[in-house]
Structures are given as C-alpha cells and as structure tokens.
C-alpha cells in the first residue's frame, strides 16, 4: 500500500507501522508533516517545560547500556542536598517553567524513599503548589508510588526500554534484579495510582528490529499511556552493551528512525505528550527541534548544578552539559521561536488525553 494510503488510515496495524518506520526520504517527509499537522490541530503549536533535575546517580541496578549503572567503577557517586534541589526547583519557579522533572538511578531504601516524600512536599510549597512534578526514579513498590502522589507528585515517567521481553533481557541482566514482568506491573501500578504514566523506549539498539520497534508502538496504544519519552540508544564505552555498537545503525540513521517513531505515535496518539529526549540532541545539534516537527511537544531543560552533570553522564557527549539555566532559558525561547513553536511558562502543561481521559470516567 502506497504511504499516502497508509496515513489516510484511521487506525495503523502492525504491517502499516512496519512499512512507515522503514520510510525514508521525500515518504518520511510526508510522514513528518503529517504528524506536525496532526499535533498543531490537536495541542496546538505548544511546548512544555519540565526543568529537569538529576538527583542522584547512586543505583542499586547494573542496566547493560547505562554509564551511571551500579557497577561502573569509573563514575564518581553524588547525591544532591535538599538545599540543592530546592533552589533547582526554586529556579525552575523563578523562570515559569511550571514544572520539574526528578530523575535518578534506583534506590529503594526507606531513607531515600522517605527523604523524596518530604523533597516533594517542600517543592509543593513553593508558590503554592504552582510547580507540577515528574518523578523517573525506577521501580518501587505500589505504596511508595502512593505515598509519593499523595505528597503532591502527579507525572512518572518509567521506560519499558523494550516491550519485548526476549530484547528486554539482552539489555539487561537476567538476575531477579532486572524483570521484565516487574517493569511492567510497575507501569500498571503506575496508572491504578492516578499517576499521568509516561513510558518510552531506547531507539537502535543492538539487536532491535522494526518488528520491535513496531510492537513497542503497539503497546503505548495498548497502555493507553498519557506521555512517552523516546530517544536514540548512545553507547557508552563503560556499559557490556558496548562490545556490540559496532553492529548499530549510524547515528543518521538512529535519529531517522527515533523521528520515525516520534512522528507514527503522534498519529495513533494524538493528545499525549511527548518529550523531545535530550539524546536526540547529542546525535544531532537540531535533534530537539526535528523532534518537536516530528510530533513531540515537551522539552526538559537541565536545572542540575553543573558541578554534577559530568557524573549524570548515562551516555557520552550529553547535550547541555555545561550551560547555565538562564543561557538554556533564552536559548530554547529563541530554538523554539525559529520553528514556528511557543513556549507555555507557568503551566503544569498535563496530557491532553489524560485530562481526557479522566472526565470521562469522573463525569
Ligand atoms: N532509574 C530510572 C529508571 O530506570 O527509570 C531513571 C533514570 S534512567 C538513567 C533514565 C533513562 O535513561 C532510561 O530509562 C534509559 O532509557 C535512558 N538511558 C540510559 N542509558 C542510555 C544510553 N546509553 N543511551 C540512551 N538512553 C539511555
């Protein structure tokens, strides 16, 4: 079937998503288009803000493709102070950003867990409650994820990393630590908690096929998840991963493809929100902007000290590393302005399908 055809279609089955992944071209143009005429008639031409703040790179996992995994010797361990991340978060108010997005290895332990609940409690306070909160800080157990909603947090983003579970344990060890079928009932708790759930999955890694990629789209649909947060797998030379990126796509093509997925999900999902991952921006210098042409409509500008960025590095040549949240400010207001985008500040800036979804259930 012609590509034309193909997007004419009101719903996309496995065959039709295999066929537009692998488009390439003045057809991938076609579909970029598509999904940003999709996207400027249903959210409009707005981007969200989530000021991003690394917490932590301690992590009690051993994920084959991270830097900051458990047990990379090399990385030197640091834990930000509730000081720190509240002056991040004060920022974050200062600039009208509206939101802030927590982000850490994993941790369970009841001191960490503890110290979130007041962390989320306290950025609650500033302004009134005027700052939404993301959490992506792994799996935990469902009164956790309870005890931290009812502190104030009301967005999590937890990666499937790959919907397919053979992939899934080429990615990570196959130890009881790293299961598959507890990521996904995380992703279930997640959702029975009130929490808008975001998922999202690395894009060219070693032995992904289209066939995975096409049923990872699959399986948001199937979650019905309010956002998804997608980007190019970078490999980093301190992971196992690494001995195979001599058989990835090139970086071109993992953003080809990345922007593929980005721009297909927009049609199948039109109203959820989408992140435009900073590693779009390593591989690329315009990364983010493709991205938010391709159909995504949220960016997480770094907030963390920049003493500790190097020490976040969960890939090499992260974008961003060294600038200051003022410079990131008046540069994404200027990026965003130069493609036809505008920044929503003092907005918490939900998922449009959520909120959605949510009247209808609670008429
Ligand atoms: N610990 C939390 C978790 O597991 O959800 C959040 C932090 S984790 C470092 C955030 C995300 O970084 C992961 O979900 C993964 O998809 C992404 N990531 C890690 N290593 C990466 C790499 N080498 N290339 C691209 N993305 C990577």
Known sequence: MS?????????????????????????????????LAVKLEKLD??????????????????CLYCGVRGPNRKVARYRLTEEEVLACAQTAWQLGYGSVAIQAGERNDEPFTDSITRLIEKIKAIGNGALGITLSLGEQSEAVYRR???AGA?????????STEELYYKIHPHDGLHDFHRRLDCIDALMATGYQTGT????????????????????????DVAMV????????????LYAHAAQIPTAGERMNLTLNMIAILRLMMPEINMVAATANQTIDPMGREKAILAGANVIMPNLTPNRYREEYLIYPD????????EECFSCLETRMKGIGHEILYNAWGDSVAFTKKQTKNNP
Not at 4 to 25: F, H, N, T, W
Not at 46 to 62: P, W
Not at 206 to 216: I, K, R, Y
């Open 154 to 162: 009301h967005r999590y983003l937890l990666r499937i990393e790959s």
């Open 3 to 35: 590509i034309s055809r193909i997007l004419e279609k009101p719903c996309l089955d496995r065959g039709d998503l295999m066929q537009l992944l692998a488009v390439r071209g003045e057809a991938m143009q076609q579909l970029w288009k598509k999904a």
């Open 229 to 240: 947060g997608m980007g190019p797998y970078i490999p980093h030379p301190d992971t196992p």
């Open 200 to 223: 999202g999955v690395m894009i060219g890694l070693p032995f992904q096929t289209l066939e995975h990629l096409a049923d990872d789209l699959l399986f948001f649909r199937k979650k």
């Open 318 to 325: 992260k974008a961003c590393v060294n600038d200051r949240p």
């Open 148 to 150: 931290w909603f009812e």
């Open 45 to 62: 031409n707005h981007i969200h803000l989530r000021g991003l703040i690394e917490l932590s790179n301690q992590c009690r996992k051993a």
